[in-house]
């Protein structure tokens, strides 16, 4: 069966940094662009930032271009955001996300919380 399983949300000052990561599981890595979505309370679902199935290209949002950087490891199935200069609008819940390149298939992780306060 297919899992995303995501971890390393928290509380952070702002400026401080996290580390998400997702690992995969039950479907072949290399098909699928891995992704990371977010959503604040009240706001719709952000495309946050994206990448290709080897990890050739990248794309972010831009009010995190410079900022956010996301990485994918085929050993381990796994993709990561490194969050840094981290700021208040932040806050939100961040979202794994699997979109397929070779079909329709798509799956998501729970969410992890990510809460930016002083």
């Known amino acids: 069966q297919v899992q995303l399983v995501e971890s390393g949300g928290g509380l952070v000052q702002p400026g401080g940094s996290l580390r998400l990561s997702c690992v995969a599981s039950?479907?072949?890595?290399?098909?699928?662009?891995m992704q990371w979505y977010r959503q604040a309370p009240g706001k719709e679902r952000e495309l946050v930032a994206s990448i290709s199935t080897f990890g050739t290209s990248t794309n972010y949002a831009d009010s995190v271009k410079g900022r956010f950087t996301i990485s994918r490891d085929a050993a381990e199935k796994t993709v990561t955001l490194a969050m840094n200069s981290l700021k208040v609008e932040d806050t939100a819940i961040y979202y794994c996300?699997?979109?397929?390149?070779?079909?329709?298939?798509?799956?998501w992780g729970q969410g992890t919380q990510v809460t930016v306060s002083s």
């Open positions: 039950g479907f072949i890595f290399n098909r699928y662009n």
């Open positions: 996300n699997a979109l397929s390149t070779w079909d329709a298939a798509e799956y």
